[in-house]
C-alpha cells in the first residue's frame, strides 16, 4: 500500500525541522572549551550566512500552508458559529437540518512556555496540546437518523473546518432523539496563539573558567587562540537576531503542521 499524500508530507516535514541545537557532535573530549567555542562559532556563523536559505525555507512553509487550507481547517479561534454554517450547507445536501452546534469541552492547556532557549545545549519540541485544542462538540438535528449516520461518517471530505466524530471504537456516531431528531459529538480544533522561545545562542564568556572571568587579560596572554574566538563570536551574535527570530517562526510553523496532519489522518480513520 503506497503512502498517503499527507504521510509523505508529514515526513517531509519531520526531515526539514532544524533541531534547536543544530551544531552538535560527539567530542572526544566533552569539557573541550576549544570544541564548545568552536560549535559556537560555526553556529553562529552558518546562521549568518544561511539567511537566504532559511528565508526561503520560511516562504515554503507559507505556500505549503496556503495550499492545504491549513489555517481554514484549523483556524485559531473557536468560531462555532463559521463551524455551524458549515455543518448546515453540507447538511442541507443530505437533506438534513441543523439545530444547534453546543461546545462541551476545551483540552487543557500544556505546559507553559519558556521564554527563551539556550540553543547550544536546550533540546526542545512543542507538544500538541501547546499547539492546539481540542473542541468538543454535540451537534444536533433532525431528519433521517440512517442518512445522518452516513453523513456524519463523511464529514472529512464535506467539510473544510476539520472535524471527526467523537466516539468509541466500534459505537454508532449518531443518538437519535424523540420527535426524529438525532444528536452527535464530534471534535473539532483550533490552533493556540504562542509564540516559539526566543533563540539565542550562549555568551562564549560564560564558558570561561571562574579564573578567566576573574581576569580576561591573563586569559587572553596565555590562551591567545580561545581569546580570539569569544571576540569573534561576541561580534557575530547581533547579527543573528532576526535569523534566529525565523528559525523560531519555522520551528513553529512545522509543529503545526505536523498536529494538523496528525489531526487529519486520525480523522481520516475514523471516517473509515
Known amino acids: ?112 512556555l519558556p521564554a527563551r532557549l539556550t540553543t547550544d545545549r536546550e533540546s526542545f519540541r512543542l507538544e500538541d496540546s501547546q499547539v492546539a485544542q481540542e473542541l468538543r462538540v454535540e451537534i444536533s438535528g433532525s431528519g433521517n437518523p440512517a442518512r445522518a449516520e452516513l453523513w456524519t461518517s463523511s464529514l472529512e471530505d464535506s467539510l473544510l473546518r476539520l472535524v471527526r466524530p467523537d466516539r468509541k471504537h466500534g459505537s454508532p456516531t449518531v443518538s437519535k432523539r424523540p420527535g426524529g431528531r438525532w444528536s452527535f459529538r464530534g471534535v473539532a480544533y483550533r490552533f493556540r496563539r504562542i509564540r516559539f522561545p526566543q533563540l539565542r545562542p550562549r555568551d562564549p564568556f560564560t564558558l570561561l573558567p571562574s579564573w578567566a572571568k576573574a581576569d580576561p587579560n591573563a586569559f587572553a596572554a596565555r590562551e591567545p587562540l580561545l581569546s580570539d574566538y569569544i571576540s569573534r563570536i561576541r561580534e557575530q551574535i547581533p547579527k543573528t537576531r532576526e535569523a534566529y527570530a525565523r528559525r523560531g517562526a519555522f520551528l513553529l510553523n512545522s509543529a503545526r503542521m505536523q498536529f494538523y496532519l496528525k489531526a487529519s489522518n486520525r480523522a481520516e480513520a475514523r471516517s473509515r
Open 1 to 112: 500500500m503506497s503512502a498517503s499524500p499527507s504521510l509523505l508530507l508529514l515526513g517531509f516535514f519531520l526531515a526539514a525541522v532544524p533541531p534547536v541545537h543544530s551544531v552538535r557532535a560527539s567530542p572526544a573530549n566533552p569539557a573541550s572549551l576549544r570544541y564548545r567555542l568552536e560549535n559556537l562559532w560555526n553556529e553562529v556563523d552558518l546562521m549568518v550566512r544561511n539567511e537566504s536559505a532559511d528565508r526561503a525555507d520560511l516562504r515554503r512553509q507559507e505556500r505549503q500552508f496556503a495550499l492545504l487550507e491549513v489555517y481554514q481547517r484549523i483556524p485559531f479561534e473557536d468560531d462555532l458559529p463559521g463551524l455551524r454554517r458549515q455543518l448546515e450547507a453540507s447538511a442541507k445536501a443530505h437533506s438534513l437540518r441543523i439545530r444547534d452546534v453546543t461546545l462541551l469541552s476545551r483540552s487543557a492547556g500544556g505546559r507553559p
